[in-house]
């Protein structure tokens, strides 16, 4: 799989691009806030109708404009997709497979399958639950249609069931209704936790592996899903939780509240570990999720590295790299430095001044 091209109009500090990537590494290199990593989100929302930083529409449209256009050209298992997306500054936006417009974003998913991976990934183990149930959703929503319709159901329900719980507070009368939104809650939410188990479990497979080769066979990294409640006592805990949620306003059980631990040697590193062992460990389960994916789509993935090297010491940077010979990589970095230009097999280059793109090696 991957991205042959992509075009843009009015799209952040884009009036007009057209650019063509290579098969395998491309650099796109140049000075910050001048536009790399915009080209980047262009690409994740061609595959996930979503920006990665979660931009709405109307600030990812040019200043002054009131609309934009992207349009990605995809190639997977040979065969060709155009994906064009009109943004709009009052408005939904409108999605088009190859000029066939399309009413829901899962028709989009699973054509363009991306692993984005930022300095913001870096902290994906030190942060809060919340980071990591989104690592978890973000892929398994491009994998899994039905997980994207399970999982969309039950926040759209759980919103309800929160906004029921506080006119409760006003209109007791309103209790008797409850029942209707506990019932879809656990409904969907049963389906939630069950496939993140095993999103967790096929990840937790592959990941030891990788990690004990980046660390030198020094570290043993385990994975483990840390559901808020096991869905077979979903509907208990629930109703024991019933008093606490009316006095609360909110659902203080459910997937919603899950979380993800990682290990190494027995050792919480989410709370106890050191920067160094974060990092290792976000970036083994960067790889493992180019692996999942991979096993899943029988196909490599489009791999997006904004500005990630430079937060990487030599090792890590080597270990990375070395591992991409398969996927096609697009990289955002500050400059050419010598790593870059000596060490690693580059196949496009690009430098970005102010919304302009040049191409300095085909």
Known sequence: MIIKSIQLSNFRNYEKLDISFDSETNIIYGDNAQGKTNILEAAYLSGTTKSHKGSKDKEMIRFGEDE??????????????????????????????????????????????????????????????????????LELCQLDKIYLSNLSKYNKTLVQRNRLLKDIAYRPDLIDTLQVWDMQLLEYGRHVIKKRREFVNELNEIIQDIHSNISGGREKLILKYEPSIDDIFFEDELLKARSRDLKLCQTTVGPHRDDMLFSVDGVDIRKYGSQGQQRTSALSLK?????????????????????????????????????LSDTQTIITCTGLDEFVKNRFQVDKVFHVVKGQVEVIDE
């Open 287 to 323: 790889l493992s999720e180019i692996s999942l994916v991979k096993t899943n789509i029988n196909s490599t993935p489009v791999l997006l590295l904004d500005d990630v090297l430079s937060e990487l010491d030599g090792n890590r940077q080597n270990y990375l790299l070395n591992s």
């Open 68 to 137: 934009a256009h992207i349009r990605t050209i995809v190639e997977k298992n040979d065969k060709e997709y155009r994906i064009d997306m009109h943004l709009r500054k009052n408005g939904a936006k409108g999605v088009a497979i190859n000029k066939m417009p399309i009413k829901k974003a899962s028709e989009l998913f699973g054509i363009l399958n991306i692993v984005f991976f930022s300095p913001e990934d870096l902290n994906i183990i030190k942060n809060g639950p919340a980071e990591r149930r989104r690592f978890i959703d």
